[in-house]
């Protein structure tokens, strides 16, 4: 079973940045397309972006220009960083994977995902 683990500081200052990571214990990270979703209080999770297994990034519009995602095969690391935050940002943010081939479409749904991490809590103060 693959595992997620996540880290990154939790709160920030409006405007401000954050780097979230994501680190499987997967043997084929490679191999795997991995997205990131937030869920605000009372909200259902949403897509932010996704990283495909040849390394194309996709993202939701409202996060275009200010987050971006990053991959390092070597490490089995996946990466959200985050800049200009605003405080509807304040979210849980969670990682996700799934095996993936060369040619598939970017994964945007909750339920394209197999594994997920447990949630960075993120604030974002203002």
């Known amino acids: 079973q693959v595992q997620l683990r996540q880290s990154g500081v939790g709160v920030v200052q409006a405007g401000g940045s954050l780097r979230l990571s994501c680190t499987s214990s997967?043997?084929?990270?490679?191999?795997?397309?991995a997205g990131w979703f937030r869920q605000a209080p009372g909200k259902e999770r949403e897509f932010v972006g996704t990283?495909?297994?040849?390394?194309?990034?996709y993202y939701e519009d409202s996060v275009k220009g200010r987050f971006t995602i990053s991959r390092d095969n070597a490490k089995k690391t996946v990466y959200l960083q985050m800049s200009s935050l605003k405080p509807e940002g304040t979210a849980v943010y969670y990682c996700a994977t799934r095996d993936a081939v060369l040619t598939d479409p970017y994964y945007t749904g909750v339920d394209d995902y197999h594994y997920w991490g447990k949630g960075t809590k993120v604030t974002v103060a203002t």
């Open positions: 997967g043997r084929t990270f490679s191999r795997d397309a």
């Open positions: 990283i495909s297994r040849p390394g194309s990034i």
